[in-house]
């Protein structure tokens, strides 16, 4: 089974409006992390936000938001405000506290699309 | 120079070339990973270096050979190589220790078999 789900390949959004990737993830061990990645088409991945398995309060950074659903293991990821720059692919990823070293596992990313 | 780099950006080999990826990290991270970045495929991890000892080899073909001479050095040896082996090719870095750690990771380089 699929560690971390990106159901949405693509996604338009218009010129600031908010947009929501999504994220589900699968794992029985209590302690885990998620992150979320930018990726432009130059390459480099760049991180953007995180949230831990036992934090309380959704994570927030700039105009970046995480929904953090923990009963329905989702993790969405928000972005407020879209802007022409936020085109790019965006990955999910998980660290599971009981897996050896501090491997992250990676989702199948989301291409977001911002319209002006 | 800060962050993650890699070198070269991009690399055009043919299949019984040796060539050498290279990855330095200036944010004193004590662990580094090699990942493989193909089209429509998730990111797959190949190696991870902690203090400078692999400590997984994701059944990676021996074509490919890391080297980590120290903490902030990586290396990429290739040969040998097939068509398949075209691809995205990411370093990263992060610090051991702790689940909020976040990867950084380099630029990555773009390599092209023929």
């Known amino acids: 089974a699929q560690k971390i789900t990106q159901t949405q390949p693509g996604m338009f959004v218009q010129e600031k409006e908010a947009v929501t990737l999504d994220c589900t993830y699968d794992t029985s061990d209590p302690s885990y992390g998620l992150f979320w990645y930018k990726q432009p088409s130059s390459g480099e991945m760049i991180f953007l936000i995180y949230q831990g398995s036992y934090d309380q309060q959704n994570a927030t950074e700039g105009r970046y938001s995480l929904n953090f659903q923990k009963a329905r293991k989702s993790a969405n990821l928000v972005i407020s405000a879209s802007q022409l720059g936020d085109s790019a692919m965006y990955f999910c990823?998980?660290?599971?506290?009981?897996?050896?070293?501090?491997?992250?596992?990676f989702g199948g990313g989301t291409r977001l699309m911002v319209k002006p | 120079e800060t962050g993650v780099t890699q070198t070269p950006r991009h690399l055009v080999m043919g299949m019984t070339n040796k060539k050498s990826l290279k990855c330095e990290q200036h944010l004193g991270h004590n662990a580094m990973y090699w990942y493989k970045q193909s089209a429509k495929k998730p990111l797959e991890l190949m190696f991870v270096?902690?203090?400078?000892?692999?400590?997984e080899n994701n059944s990676v073909p021996s074509r490919f050979s890391p080297e980590c001479p120290n903490s902030s050095h990586l290396f990429l040896h290739l040969h040998t190589l097939q068509p398949e082996d075209s691809a995205l090719y990411l370093c990263a870095s992060s610090q051991t220790g702790g689940l909020g750690q976040p990867q950084h990771f380099g630029d990555g380089t773009r390599l092209s078999i023929l």
């Open positions: 270096y902690n203090f400078k000892e692999q400590t």
């Open positions: 990823a998980m660290r599971e506290f009981n897996n050896a070293g501090n491997m992250l596992t």
